[in-house]
Nanobody
Framework: QVQLVESGGGLVQAGGSLRLSCAAS????????MGWYRQAPGKQRELVVD???????NYADAVKGRVTISRDNSKNTVYLQMNNLKPEDTAIYYC???????????????WGQGTQVTVSA
């Protein structure tokens, strides 16, 4: 089994910054895509940004210029640096990774438990 454990959420004022982390653990052979999604109350889960194993990124228009994703492949960890946060960024942020394990024949998707980010006006 694979576990994704997020940390770094919290309450911040508009214009502030937060850094989220997500560490994958388990019987992992390799991880290709990793990323962050978010879900605000009453809304569908949406992509914030993802990053390939080679470092290619895909940012949602709503966060471009304010958010930076990075990953440390040696630690199976992905980070999300969020700056100039806005009240509309308030949501539960979920980590996602496509992981190949010793039990699976191919990469499968896994989700973290989510971390709350609240931005006050």
């Amino acid at each position: 089994q694979v576990q994704l454990v997020e940390s770094g959420g919290g309450l911040v004022q508009a214009g502030g910054s937060l850094r989220l982390s997500c560490a994958a653990s388990g019987r992992i052979i390799s991880i290709n895509a990793m990323g962050w999604y978010r879900q605000a109350p009453g809304k569908q889960r949406e992509l914030v940004v993802d990053i390939s194993s080679g470092g290619s990124t895909n940012y949602a228009d709503a966060v471009k210029g304010r958010v930076t994703i990075s990953r440390d492949n040696s630690k199976n960890t992905v980070y999300l640096q969020m700056n100039n946060l806005k009240p509309e960024d308030t949501a539960i942020y979920y980590c996602y990774a496509r992981v190949q394990t010793w039990l699976s024949g191919s990469h499968k998707g896994y989700w973290g438990q989510g971390t709350q980010v609240t931005v006050s006006a």
